[in-house]
């Protein structure tokens, strides 16, 4: 086996996106392997960063009110440090779902849940009067889910 992902690898990591709890005796069976060669094709994809983690998908709405926002972050300046500062803000919040750097006429996509307007409201003031050197935060509220995430095409 090389380090790039064969065909029986994308394989394995389409099976593994839609169930991850999967045996490795029916991950095997599925992709026409071996349960030892399907182990030690779903270690190496480990040890090679591809497979990052194993989680369940929970509707958290159900467990506690959950406002889904996606937000705009835009900076005052453009400087390294301003980049890092406000990384690090969005890494160290729980209630940052995701956040990508983008391009574009605003700097970062973020995607955070609250649990209410209010809630948000506090957190962009927070972020906008902060040390963060963020100028400007606009939102879209989600309303309903179309689609939720489901794994990448491989």
């Known amino acids: 086996m090389t380090d790039s992902p064969d065909r029986i690898d994308r394989r394995i ?25 399907c182990l030690a094709r779903v270690r190496r994809l480990e040890s ?34 301003d980049f890092r500062s406000v990384e690090a803000l969005f890494e160290a919040d729980p209630r940052v779902l995701e956040a990508a ?30 040390p963060w050197q963020i100028e400007r935060v606009s939102s879209s509220v989600a309303m309903h889910r179309t689609k939720a995430f489901s794994g990448y095409p491989l």
């Open 101 to 130: 750097e983008i391009s574009g006429k605003s700097d970062y996509h973020v995607k955070v849940l609250v649990s209410d307007m209010a809630e948000w409201r506090a957190l962009t003031a927070e972020w906008t009067s902060g």
């Open 13 to 37: 990591l389409d099976v593994l996106q839609q169930d991850g709890r999967i045996t490795n005796a029916a991950l095997a069976d599925r992709v026409a392997l071996s349960p030892s060669a």
């Open 48 to 81: 090679l960063g591809i497979i990052t983690g194993y989680g369940a998908r929970i509707a958290v709405e159900k467990l506690r009110p959950a406002l889904i926002i996606y937000g705009e972050v835009t900076l005052k300046r453009h400087l390294p440090e």
